[in-house]
């Protein structure tokens, strides 16, 4: 997958955005950590947040199943789109549930980042790829 696409190539500000930069870029990994090609995982990411507006956990969670794979299907993302939607929508469902829906909280709760990133790769569909591609930008962030 060519070079690694930077944070601030999509326009998160990890150092000043806080929380709200946090959670779009761990919504940028997950797409970016799947087998597909980087532009797509792009359009897709600004699809959901720029053109949807889905750029918190609740109201990522607040798409159906159905706008969430249309949405997957406009950026290009669409041969993974049942799945992909399935995945997201628990993973913003359970950051709310278990953590408040903030990926801060997570941080809070870990006692080094090891234990986070364990954590990370509890949710469905967060490997070790994804993992290690928030990690790259957002470890020197919050440890």
Request: proline share 1%; net charge neutral.
């Amino acid at each position: 997958m060519g070079k690694n696409i930077t944070a601030l190539e999509l326009g998160i500000d990890l150092v000043e955005g806080g929380e709200a930069a946090l959670f779009k870029w761990l919504l940028a990994s997950f797409l970016m950590g799947k087998r597909i090609r980087a532009q797509a995982a792009v359009q897709t990411y600004h699809v959901i947040v720029d053109r949807h507006g889905r750029d918190t956990p609740r109201k990522l969670a607040g798409c159906t199943h159905r706008e969430l794979v249309r949405m997957l299907g406009e950026g290009g993302y669409a041969r993974y789109d049942e799945s992909t939607a399935v995945r997201l929508l628990a993973l913003a469902s359970r950051l709310i549930n278990e953590y408040g829906g903030t990926v801060t909280a997570i941080v809070a709760a870990s006692a080094d980042r090891g234990e986070f990133e364990k954590r990370l790769q509890a949710f469905d569909g967060i490997g070790p790829k994804t993992a290690e591609i928030f990690m790259g930008e957002a470890g020197e962030v919050l440890f």
